[in-house]
């Protein structure tokens, strides 16, 4: 789901002005822990303490904004456009390798360990599939400007020139 809002201005016939902004939302599909065996033991129990907190994750949302200008000169033989960018997102899905790696049963290898009635970890079921941790991301922002230029020197000769940069925090 999204919204935008754009905006061109003439000033002239050969130079125009624009901006556009967009919201949107994507749904994350998956919960912080997803895979054969979570909250349940092998015969199907929940087990108190082990993966818990399972829980949806948060939506992705983000934001777009440009603005720039447009021109033509020399009866269009020249033309380009700079333009300015930002892109911010939060909540991207990604995997928790931290959370992976602090589970105590061996979720590298396929090897799946539960707690036995002494506390000790025991072998389940070796090339079990793992728990997969999730987590979403902080904000994420990339914003950068954008330049072209084309000269059409003959008819048959054009000279394209493009910039970009980009910055991310």
Known sequence: NSTVL???????????FYASHSTNWLPNIGYTETGPGVNRDINGNLVPGLNEGSTPLANQTGSDTDVGVKFQLLNGRLSGSFGW?????????VQDSA???ADPRDN???????????????????????????TTTGEERNQGFEGQVFYQAAANDQVMLSIANIYSS
């Open 99 to 101: 959370a992976q790696q």
């Open 85 to 93: 960018f930002t892109v911010s997102r939060t909540n991207m899905k």
């Open 108 to 134: 590298t290898s396929g090897n799946f360990y539960y707690p036995n009635a002494s506390g000790t970890l025991q072998l389940v079921n070796a090339g079990f599939q793992p728990v997969i941790y999730n």
């Open 6 to 16: 754009g905006l061109t201005v003439g000033l002239t016939q050969d130079l125009n």
